[in-house]
């Protein structure tokens, strides 16, 4: 069972304004993937605070971590550039196909700043903030997670 951590990155739903729809779609989609979600996380557009929760998620063991939220264009939107801060390497494939896709069903798919990122031996990925936008993307990518995982985990794949 794939350890994974979640994280909502949202001012207004760490602040209260609203509930957080995102991470339990995530959740969801996980547990219906047959992962453990092992940790859980929500926190403001701020670098520090999404940095933190990730290296947080990392230390109790996920392998996977799915963030939620600020891979739009609006100006608090920060979460790639704080992944990109603390990653080892980007992953371009996985923002690529995303946004590729999801094309098919939105043409607001192109200002998508979504993508996947290996922070350590774990897989970062990055998905958009609309809870449907983010388990979809996280559909169309789904193959090829166990196998990267795997890889990162140092973890013989047969390949």
Not at 21 to 37: C, D, E, M, N
Not at 59 to 81: F, M
Not at 121 to 133: D, M, R
Request: glycine share 12%.
């Amino acid at each position: 069972m794939l350890p994974c951590g979640i994280i909502t990155i949202s001012d207004r739903a760490s602040r209260g304004q609203y509930d957080d729809l995102g991470g339990p779609a995530l959740r969801a989609a996980a547990v219906g993937y047959g992962w453990q979600v092992a940790a859980e996380a929500l926190v403001p557009d701020e670098r520090s605070d999404i940095q933190r929760a990730i290296r947080l998620q990392i230390n109790q063991g996920c392998q996977l971590i799915l963030t939620t939220g600020g891979t739009g264009v609006a100006l608090r939107d920060v979460t790639p550039e704080a992944v990109r801060e603390i990653a080892d390497r980007e992953i371009p494939g996985f923002g690529e196909a995303m946004r590729m896709k999801s094309l098919a069903i939105t043409s607001n798919a192109i200002l998508s700043r979504s993508l996947a990122a290996v922070v350590g031996q774990t897989l970062v990925i990055c998905l958009p903030g609309k809870p449907s936008g983010a388990v979809e993307c996280l559909g169309f990518v789904v193959g090829a997670i166990p196998h990267c995982v795997k890889v990162l985990q140092q973890v013989p794949t047969g390949c």
